[in-house]
């Protein structure tokens, strides 16, 4: 991917907000997703064990 690509669809604006509001959002985000996954996968094998 061409580097200019990602320049036009950078917001003019900047961050809307602080970057560690963000990165704090993404890191909670994927633990949640992670935390689904397991949970998911695990009552899978919970279920086919019984």
Not at 19 to 31: C, D, H, R
Not at 44 to 50: A, F, N, V
Request: proline share 6%.
């Amino acid at each position: 991917m061409d580097s200019g690509i990602l320049n036009l669809l950078q917001d003019p604006a900047g961050v809307p907000f602080y970057p560690v509001v963000f990165q704090a959002l993404y890191v909670l985000t994927w633990a949640l997703h992670a935390l689904f996954v397991f949970l998911s996968l695990g009552s899978l094998g919970l279920s086919l064990y019984g």
